[in-house]
C-alpha cells in the first residue's frame, strides 16, 4: 500500500498528528489504494504559513514567467494522462473514457491560462482631465484557500490552481478526502514543472477538520469551493466575517427539454449521457427530462430500451459504459431517492443494486428511470448523484421552461428542437449558467464560464477568463502628468 503525504512549503510530509486514513477502490472495495495523512488545523497552519511566504516573491515573478510553468505542466500531463486516469478511475470510479476527459480538461485549463499570462488586459481609458493617463490592472490577491469535491478530481483543481497562478496568488488545496490521488498528482506535476516552493500546498483530510480552517484563516483571502449545496452554505458563512473573495460552485438539478418537433434519437443518446454518464455524478447531470406529451410514448419507449442496455462495471473494463457509485454513502442515498421515486412516480426501468459476482464489492445501481414523475416531487426537485432520470410530461414549450426553471438551483439546461424560434425563447428564458442546443447538459469547454445561477452558485463563474475575476481584484491608476492639482468633477475643462 502507497503511503501518500501532504505538500507542505516545497516538501511531502505526514500531518503533524501522524493519523492517517486511506481510500478504497468504490468499484471493488477490496482494494486498498492508499494512505493519506488525516490532517487537522495545524497542518492548515503550516500550509497557509508558507503560502504567505511565498506569495512576496511570487506575486513580483512576470506574468509570461508564471504561465511558462503552467505550460510546462501542460506538457507532462499530456505525457502522463493514461496512468493518472487509470489512477483516478481506481479512486472516483468512473470510466477510463471520462477520467481520461477528466485529465484532459486539466491539460486544456493549464494551457489555456498558461496563454492568459501574456494577456490578464487591463482597460485603458482616456482621462476626463487634461494631461491626466487613466489605466486599470489586474492585481494578485493573496493566498487563495481551494476546498474541491470527488466527481472531477483532477479537472476542478486545475480549474482553480491555474487561475490563481497566473494571477499571481499562492495557493492551499484541501482535495475530496476520497479522491485525493489527483490532486496529488497534478500538485507533483506543478513541482517538476519548476513551481516555486510554497507556491502550492496540498492538505489532504476531511472537511471538519481541513476545510473550515482555511475557510477561517485570517491570511486566506480568497476561498474557491466546490461542492454540495449544504457545505457551501457553511462555508460562505465562515468566510463572510473577514469578508474574503468567496466562490461558491455547488449543487444542480438539470433539466433536457424534448418538444414535439425534436430529433428523438439524437434526443434519447443527450439523455442517456446527461443521466448515466458518469453515473449522474456530474452537477451538470441530466436529472429531469421534460418531454412533450405529443412524444412523450416514443421518447419513454426508447430511452428505456436504450437504458437497459447500458453495461455497468469496473470501470477499468474498456467496454463498460457506467461504473459505481462513489462511496458506500452516495449509493445509499440514491437507493433512498428510489424508494422515495417509487412513491411518487412510475418506476419504467432499473432501481435495484447490482450484486452478480465481483459487482458485489462495489457500489453499483442499475440506470433507473421514472415515468409520469409530478414537477413538484421529491425526485423531480433534489439532487440526488446518482443514475436516477426523472421523466416529466408537459404541453408546451412555456410549461416545459417552467418546469425546467422550477427548481431551487440554476447551472444547466438543454432544449431538443429544430426550432429555432422555440431554442431562441428557451435560451432567453431558462435562468441558468449554461445551456445547450440539441445537445445534453453536459459538455462544458474550459474558455467559457462555467457556474450556476439561484443555489448553485454565489454570482462567480469559473473558467474561460471569468475565473479571473475570482483571484485577481482590479486597481485604478491615475497618472497625471499636468505638473499641478487637477480636480475630478471638480474643475471646469476651459480648454489650454
Ligand atoms: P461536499 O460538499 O460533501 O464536499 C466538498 C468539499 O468540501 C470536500 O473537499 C469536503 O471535504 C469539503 N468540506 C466538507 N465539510 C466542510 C466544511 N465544514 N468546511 C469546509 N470544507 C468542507 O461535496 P461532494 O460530495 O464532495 O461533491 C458533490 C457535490 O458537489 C454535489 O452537490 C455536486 O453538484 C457538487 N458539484 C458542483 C459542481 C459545480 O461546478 N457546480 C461541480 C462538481 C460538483
Not at 473577514?242 to 434519447?268: R, S
Not at 439532487?383 to 421552461?401: N, R, T
Request: charged content about 20%; proline content about 5%.
Amino acid at each position: 500500500m502507497q503511503n501518500y503525504l501532504n505538500f507542505i512549503d516545497g516538501e511531502w510530509v505526514p500531518a503533524h498528528s501522524g493519523k492517517t486514513y486511506q481510500t478504497f477502490n468504490p468499484a471493488d472495495t477490496r482494494q486498498c489504494l492508499g494512505s493519506f495523512p488525516d490532517s487537522d488545523a495545524a497542518d492548515v497552519e503550516a500550509a497557509v504559513e508558507a503560502a504567505a511566504r511565498a506569495y512576496e516573491r511570487w506575486r513580483l515573478v512576470p506574468a509570461p514567467k508564471r504561465a511558462e510553468i503552467l505550460f510546462r505542466a501542460a506538457e507532462l500531463l499530456v505525457q502522463r494522462k493514461e496512468p493518472f486516469a487509470r489512477q483516478m478511475t481506481e479512486e472516483m470510479g468512473k470510466v477510463l473514457k471520462e477520467t481520461r476527459g477528466d485529465v484532459q480538461e486539466a491539460i486544456d485549463m493549464s494551457y489555456f491560462m498558461a496563454g492568459e499570462g501574456r494577456r490578464l488586459y487591463g482597460q485603458t481609458t482616456p482621462a476626463e482631465l487634461p494631461s491626466k493617463f487613466a489605466m486599470s490592472i489586474r492585481q494578485s490577491v493573496g493566498v487563495c484557500g481551494l476546498i474541491t469535491p470527488w466527481n472531477f478530481p483532477m479537472a476542478i483543481p486545475s480549474w482553480k490552481l491555474m487561475p490563481a497562478l497566473v494571477c499571481g496568488n499562492t495557493c492551499v488545496i484541501k482535495p475530496a478526502e476520497s479522491t485525493p490521488i489527483s490532486a496529488i498528482n497534478l500538485v507533483k506535476t506543478l513541482q517538476e514543472a519548476g513551481l516555486p516552493k510554497g507556491v502550492v500546498n496540498l492538505v489532504c483530510g476531511h472537511g471538519p477538520q481541513v476545510g473550515a480552517p482555511i475557510v477561517t484563516h485570517p491570511k486566506v483571502r480568497v476561498v474557491s469551493f466546490t461542492g454540495s449545496t449544504e457545505v457551501g452554505r457553511l462555508v460562505a458563512q465562515a468566510a463572510a466575517p473577514t469578508f474574503k473573495h468567496c466562490h461558491m460552485e455547488m449543487g444542480g438539478k438539470n433539466v433536457i427539454m424534448v418538444l414535439d418537433d425534436a430529433d428523438i434519437d439524437l434526443a434519447v443518446e443527450g439523455a442517456v449521457w446527461g443521466g448515466f454518464g458518469t453515473t449522474g455524478q456530474r452537477c451538470t447531470a441530466a436529472s429531469r427530462v421534460v418531454v412533450h406529451r405529443k412524444v412523450y410514448q416514443e421518447f419513454a419507449e426508447k430511452f428505456v430500451s436504450r437504458a437497459r442496455k447500458i453495461k455497468v462495471g469496473n470501470g477499468l473494463d474498456e467496454t463498460v459504459e457506467m461504473g459505481p457509485s462513489h462511496s458506500e454513502s452516495q449509493m445509499q442515498t440514491v437507493l433512498n431517492y428510489i424508494e422515495i421515486g417509487k412513491g411518487e412516480a412510475e418506476l419504467l426501468t432499473g432501481g435495484s443494486r447490482l450484486t452478480e459476482g465481483d459487482l458485489r464489492y462495489g457500489y453499483f445501481i442499475e440506470p433507473t428511470i421514472f415515468g409520469n414523475v409530478p414537477p413538484t416531487a421529491r425526485i423531480a426537485q433534489e439532487e440526488i448523484f446518482g443514475p436516477v432520470v426523472a421523466l416529466i410530461p408537459c404541453d408546451s414549450l412555456e410549461e416545459a421552461i417552467a418546469i425546467g426553471n422550477g427548481v431551487e438551483y440554476g447551472l444547466s439546461a438543454a432544449i431538443y428542437t429544430r426550432d429555432v424560434n422555440r431554442a431562441f425563447i428557451a435560451m432567453r428564458d431558462m435562468y441558468t449558467g449554461i445551456f445547450y442546443v440539441n445537445s445534453s447538459t453536459i459538455g462544458a469547454e474550459v474558455h467559457l464560464p462555467f457556474g450556476g445561477t439561484k443555489n448553485t452558485g454565489n454570482g462567480h463563474r469559473e473558467a474561460g477568463i471569468a475565473a479571473l475575476d475570482i483571484f485577481s481584484e482590479w486597481k485604478s491608476i491615475y497618472i497625471d502628468y499636468s505638473g499641478r492639482l487637477q480636480k475630478a468633477q471638480i474643475d471646469e475643462y476651459k480648454g489650454e
